[in-house]
């Protein structure tokens, strides 16, 4: 059982990673096809599909909303976890994986309940409108009571991974998505549930995701388990995975932020197509990016473990290739949604006026995004070292320091278009502060290795 997580300091570092890092990649790749995919569908539904995919792209904020908790208890607790098994210490591993589990299942209840009853005022103020709001509530309705599920696939498979076990994190979200991918054209088209249909699919794939994670981590073949006796609160150890862990649930609630603030700009400045161009651009990025967090989220054990082992140099390593390949990523992936946006667009709509306004913004909007791999590959780093301040200040700058007031400001004085130029005047503006962060910090975080167990 332990050769897998003993392989993370000792294994060649090329082939390590890429034993991780695809197999993450392919999770990444995968999970977000949950949504994606749903979109796909639902904007070639005939008759209304343009607004039916408006509808649902409204939905996302509080999509990432519940993405972001998972990710609090989930991302907050797994890099510790990896650091603890780097010092041969499972006992305490065991210790998080069960606060984490707590975390999960108060988060399941407490969201689930709230979003149930405010969701449509919600909605409205994320930029629905009368002609949508009927779609986006059909979809978040049934979407919400899948929320534990949601909260056990995505925010335990991460101490799957930290374990050494990146193929079968990989199968738990395989599972699911092809489930999903069957599913939605039978429940959308043959059984003509529409939007219901596409929510009712995710639910069921995402039922099958958790329960793969939690059938794993309950075995033997775990290096560390979820134990009954380990499932409560203790102080000190909630206390290190909110440290780290509001990183990343900052990261992506902001997200939340960022779409409610775009979504509301297009409303007011242009009107339902453009919000429609938005859910699209959505999409997209996530596309470009998610393949990109899959290859920082595969390394990010390799460098806690030996962060906790004290290998440095392999950490050292591990950091440069890792956010070479995220640069690669967005460069070329990016670089394509610049120079051919179609390629991208046509995937979601046939509607030609939704295509060519599509078009016409996409190139705008994804400019800063070609150099945001440097960001990503940093953000990882400091997470995987426990490096928390750092992380939470990367996380609140891009998005709640610039790119919300941008998209407020900028239309004000440019119109509509000011609304996709905020995204790359924020997205060069943050990649070189977190630079200059990161090349200030790093010989500190290096000179001072793994002393002390808790978050700095």
């Not at 779409?259 to 453009?274: A, C, E, I």
């Not at 426990?386 to 891009?398: D, E, F, M, Y």
Request: charged share 15%.
């Amino acid at each position: 059982m332990q050769k897998e997580e003993e392989r993370l300091g000792t294994a060649p570092l090329g082939r390590l990673m890429v034993s991780m890092a695809l197999p993450a990649v392919a999770a990444q790749v995968i999970n977000v096809l949950y949504n994606i995919v749903d979109r796909i569908y639902i904007g070639h539904i005939e008759g209304y599909g343009e607004l039916a995919l408006t509808g649902v792209g409204i939905t996302a904020p509080i999509l990432m909303i519940i993405s972001a908790f998972s990710a609090f208890a989930g991302m907050g607790g797994a890099p510790q976890a990896s650091i603890q098994l780097g010092k041969k210490n499972y006992k305490k591993a065991e210790k998080i994986l069960g606060n984490s589990v707590a975390l999960l299942l108060l988060f399941s209840m407490t969201l689930t309940v709230l979003f149930q009853v405010i969701k449509t005022p919600v909605l409205y103020s994320f930029g629905a409108s009368e002609r949508t709001i009927v779609y986006a509530e059909q979809y978040i309705t049934i979407y919400l009571i899948g929320t534990i599920f949601v909260q056990f696939a995505l925010g335990l498979n991460t101490y799957i991974s930290g374990q050494g076990n990146a193929k079968v994190a990989m199968l738990s979200v395989l599972l699911g998505a092809v489930v999903n991918i069957v599913l939605d054209p039978l429940f959308i088209f043959v059984l003509h549930m529409g939007v219901r249909g596409a929510a009712l699919a995710t639910v069921i794939s995402q039922a099958l995701s958790a329960a793969w994670v939690v059938r794993f981590l309950t075995s033997e073949k775990s290096v560390i388990r979820i134990r009954k006796e380990q499932i409560r609160f203790d102080k000190k150890t909630v206390a290190g995975i909110a440290a780290l862990g509001i990183s990343p649930f900052i990261m992506q609630s902001t997200e939340s932020l960022v779409m409610v603030t775009l979504n509301s700009g297009l409303q007011r400045y242009g009107g339902d197509l453009y919000v429609g161009t938005m859910s699209i651009m959505t999409s997209v990025m996530q596309l470009i990016t998610i393949p990109v967090q899959g290859v920082s989220q595969g390394v990010q054990p390799i460098m806690s473990y030996n962060y906790g082992a004290g290998n440095l140099d392999r950490v050292k390593a591990a950091f440069l290739r890792m956010t070479s390949i995220c640069l690669a990523g967005t460069l070329l992936f990016g670089g394509l949604a610049v120079l051919k946006p179609e390629i991208y667009v046509q995937l979601f709509s046939k509607n030609e006026e939704l295509i060519g306004l599509t078009c016409q913004y996409m190139p705008v909007y994804f400019l800063g995004i070609t150099i945001f791999g440097i960001q990503m590959g940093c953000q990882a780093t400091f997470l995987a070292l426990g490096q928390a301040k750092v992380s939470l200040l990367i996380a609140l700058l891009r998005k709640v320091v610039l790119l919300v007031p941008f998209a407020i400001v900028f239309p004000r004085f440019m119109g509509v278009v000011g609304v996709y130029r905020a995204e790359p005047a924020a997205d060069f503006t943050s990649v070189t502060i977190t630079m200059i962060l990161f090349w200030i910090t790093a010989k500190k975080i290096f000179r001072n290795g793994s002393k002390n167990d808790m978050i700095k």
